[in-house]
């Protein structure tokens, strides 16, 4: 267990030496020093897992400090990692992830001029994601929050040729500011508070943090989390983020980062236990943000925009387990999450990389011919995310919607939500299977469709042209291309590679992209193991964190789990059912279902732009004003002041010694006379 | 004939004192020469001391006298100092008048 220190060093090492020699290095070399780098944290988080499960249950917590940090006064800070069932967790799941993204991004960014950077930023952020679970206190974590935050921007904005990129990065930024605020000030209070800002510590003496307090402690570091892990109301930079490579966007806005808000609110359990109605807030603001998102993920055309909305959806998800203290549920759903969703996001690159970095799916179609690989491990997450067994992710929902059933008072109304989230996401999730991958019509093919970056009319006129494989494809009329009005999300990561050409023929991307896909396609497919709920014995994941989670509250009986796991299988079957009706066999037009409100996220953001552009600029313009006007006009006008005073008082100074001594002289004597007369002599 | 006598009582000494007080005070303000203003500044110290031993001696107290050594000491230290930026200057420049060295106008 003392081998800890090892598991963010690496990555620090590897970044380390990537700032040092990374230009150098010929292409494939910066790729493989990351990916050894963090392939290496992971076989050392093995290690150290193995070790600490060979532990009787009470002993499973290690405390290593590596240095005192900030000793003042009797307030002291250690730089150090706590090492319990949480922590090592979340450690194997990064690292795991992290190396099979990294071996992804070696044939995704193959060419890049940038290779190099790249490597050096993901190194990075691995190593501040690992500072940010295995810190010993929140000031640990809130550095690998800050420095996970930062890689975020850099590697959103990593194209930052593309001013939209480069946007895409501040807004992300400038939104997760938001929540820090939030993660600063809850610290403060749970250091007045409780006197110390170790886990450990605050575990112990939590008892302490009662009523108010706690509540409000809950939800400054939710208000963090709503920024880090994309919920309402700060969900919006999330979408645009997928401006970044995508590798980045499944490794940090799909499997880790955007967990990170998730994790901290289990790690204060002790502390959520006491605070009472924060937790229907946080239980409700994640299921309005899961249906929400769902509901946007719906009409989007960008792929990743799909996966960016279900992510912010399935977040949602988690922050519902989070409110009806299920955290089991939430941090399996994190984990199982992190399988599919990145297989999703890296499926999806192989899909964009196979079609000249086109990532507008209406121009997609019939691509299960061109990418089997792809095709069939996107099919597996697919199937998981969409909540069918014996899939990793019909476990782990399965176990939210049974968290949420379960609450008092509301349970039900929170378990509907769900589930009409549920039918959605396997409604979303099927629209892009059939666009990308079925359809019977390879929509690239039509010039017309390819010509302009918004196609207008309906375009079906040449598909009979084009082969449809499935015959219903044919008939297709694609109607529903013309309802996309999404105007500003169509800013394409990099148009220099846009080369999408009629007769494009998609290719399979290179092994070490589909490697990472295979293993991540196993994982989603076998991740329920972890928890399943049959027996108590089977509880493997929940009895594994039981001693770091206070106060969980029970999932209700066998007979109620079976009812609901039932009702939630037919909810995925008749979403995927609907969406093949529409979107395959055409029965109904897709444009009736993909409205603009849909396709803008519920104006959400354009609302954000719209008053933060308009009153919120006026206001901050009045800001700016006040203080060049004012606060600097009064800070001038001593400096003009002291500057004109001086002016006129300079002459004195003559620098001439007599002048000086004659003044003494005169002051001298003016003030003997003075005082002679006083005394009256 | 008859003998006059005279008393020297001890404010002879402080008219004495302030004469050569006013003497050194006017040569400060009036000598443009820096040799000759420092003495200038010695003779009013000296005066100063004068004053001092006749009060102490008038009043009879030594805390006028012990003053005096003090004066000394000091004025010793400031006559080395004194001296040694006299001494430069005198060799950057070609006189040692006080009114050309008035670099630190304002």
């Known amino acids: 267990m003392e081998l800890v220190w090892l598991i963010p060093a690496l990555p620090v090492a590897g970044f380390l030496l990537l700032l040092a020699v990374g230009r150098k290095l010929d292409e494939p070399f910066a790729g493989v020093i990351g990916t050894l780098a963090v392939a290496g944290s992971f076989l050392v988080s093995c290690v150290v897992a193995l070790d600490l499960m060979s532990q009787p249950e009470e002993k499973r917590q290690f405390v290593q400090t590596l240095w005192v940090w900030m000793p003042v006064g009797s307030f002291h800070v250690d730089f150090g990692f706590l090492l319990d069932p949480l922590s090592i967790t979340m450690c194997l799941f990064i690292t795991g992830i992290g190396a099979l993204i990294h071996l992804y991004s070696i044939g995704y960014m193959k060419g890049d001029p940038a290779f190099g950077k790249f490597f050096m930023y993901l190194n990075l952020f691995v190593a501040s994601m690992l500072l940010l679970v295995l810190g010993q206190n929140l000031l640990v974590t809130f550095l690998g929050w800050e420095g996970v935050g930062a890689c975020s921007y850099w590697l959103i904005s990593f194209w930052f040729d593309d001013k939209a990129n480069a946007t895409a990065g501040k807004k992300a930024f400038v939104t997760n500011r938001i929540g820090d605020c939030g ?5 403060f209070l749970v250091w007045v508070t409780v006197g110390s800002i170790d886990y450990v510590e605050i575990g112990r003496s939590a008892g302490a943090v009662v009523g108010a307090t706690a509540t409000a402690v809950a939800l400054l570091f939710f208000l963090a989390a709503t920024g880090k892990s994309a919920q309402l109301p700060l969900f919006v930079w ?13 490794l940090i806005h799909a499997a880790t980062m955007v967990t990170s808000g998730v994790f901290l609110l289990s790690r204060l359990s002790p502390i959520m236990e006491h605070a009472g109605w924060a937790n229907d807030v946080i239980a409700w603001v994640g299921a309005a943000t899961a249906l929400l998102a769902a509901g946007a993920a719906v009409a989007q055309n960008d792929i990743k925009k799909v996966l960016a909305y279900s992510t912010v959806s399935q977040l949602g998800f988690m922050f519902i387990a989070i409110g009806s203290y299920n955290y089991t549920g939430a941090i399996f759903h994190m984990i199982t999450h992190a399988f599919f969703k990145a297989l999703l996001f890296l499926g999806a690159g192989s899909v964009i990389l196979a079609m000249a970095h086109e990532q507008d799916m209406r121009r997609y179609g019939n691509l299960r011919k061109y990418i089997p690989v792809t095709f069939v491990t996107v099919g597996i997450g697919w199937l998981a995310i969409s909540g069918i067994p014996p899939f990793a992710g019909f ?13 008092d008072g509301y349970g039900p109304a929170l378990w509907a939500v769900g589930f009409v989230t549920a039918i959605l996401t396997a409604f979303y999730m099927t629209r892009l299977m059939i666009m990308t991958f079925f359809g019977g019509v390879e929509n690239w093919r039509n010039p017309e469709l390819l010509a302009d970056a918004e196609p207008e009319v309906p375009l079906g006129a040449d598909a009979d042209a084009v082969e449809g494989a499935d015959g219903t494809g044919a008939e297709a009329t ?8 999404d105007t500003h999300d169509d800013h394409h990561a990099h148009d220099e590679h846009h080369g999408l050409t009629p007769d494009h023929t998609p290719v399979e991307s290179p092994t070490t992209m589909l490697v990472p896909l295979i293993v991540l396609a196993g994982l989603a497919l076998i991740g329920g193991l972890l928890n399943l709920p049959f027996s108590h014995r089977l509880h493997f994941l929940k009895e594994w964190i039981h001693p770091v989670i206070v106060g969980e509250h029970e999932l209700p009986e066998a007979a109620v789990l079976w009812v609901l796991a039932i009702v939630a299988i037919t909810g995925a079957v008749v979403g995927i059912f609907f969406a093949y009706r529409v979107y395959q066999q055409r029965k109904v037009d897709p444009a009736k279902l993909e409205k603009p409100v849909l396709a803008h996220a519920w104006y959400i953001d354009d609302t954000y732009a719209a008053v933060v552009g308009g009153p919120g600029e006026a206001a901050f313009q009045g800001a700016a004003d006040f203080d060049a006007g004012i606060v600097d006009g009064a800070v001038l006008g001593v400096a003009h002041g002291t500057d004109a005073a001086a002016k006129v008082l300079k002459p004195v100074q003559s620098g001439i010694v007599r002048t000086y001594a004659a003044g003494v002289a005169i002051g001298t004597v003016a003030l003997a006379v003075f005082v002679i007369m006083r005394m009256g002599f | 004939m008859f003998a006059l006598e005279l008393v020297l009582t001890e404010s002879w000494y402080l008219v004495l004192a302030a004469m050569l007080f006013s003497i050194g005070a006017a040569g400060l303000m009036i000598r443009r020469n820096l040799l000759v203003m420092f003495m200038c500044v010695e003779l009013m110290l000296n005066a100063v001391n004068l004053s001092f031993v006749a009060f102490a001696r008038g009043l009879d107290d030594v805390g006028g006298q012990a003053v005096v050594f003090f004066v000394l000491v000091v004025a010793a230290a400031e006559v080395v100092v004194g001296l040694g930026i006299i001494v430069a200057i005198m060799r950057r420049r070609q006189g040692s008048t006080a009114d050309d060295i008035s670099l630190m106008r304002g």
């Open chain 1, 183 to 187: 993660f600063m000030l809850g610290t």
């Open chain 1, 238 to 250: 999330l979408p645009d983020a997928m401006a970044g490579p995508t590798p980045v966007s499944a």
């Open chain 1, 395 to 407: 476990w782990s929902k399965d176990e939210i919607l049974a968290g949420a059933w379960a609450v």
């Open chain 1, 478 to 485: 694609l109607a529903h291309a013309a309802t996309a009005t």
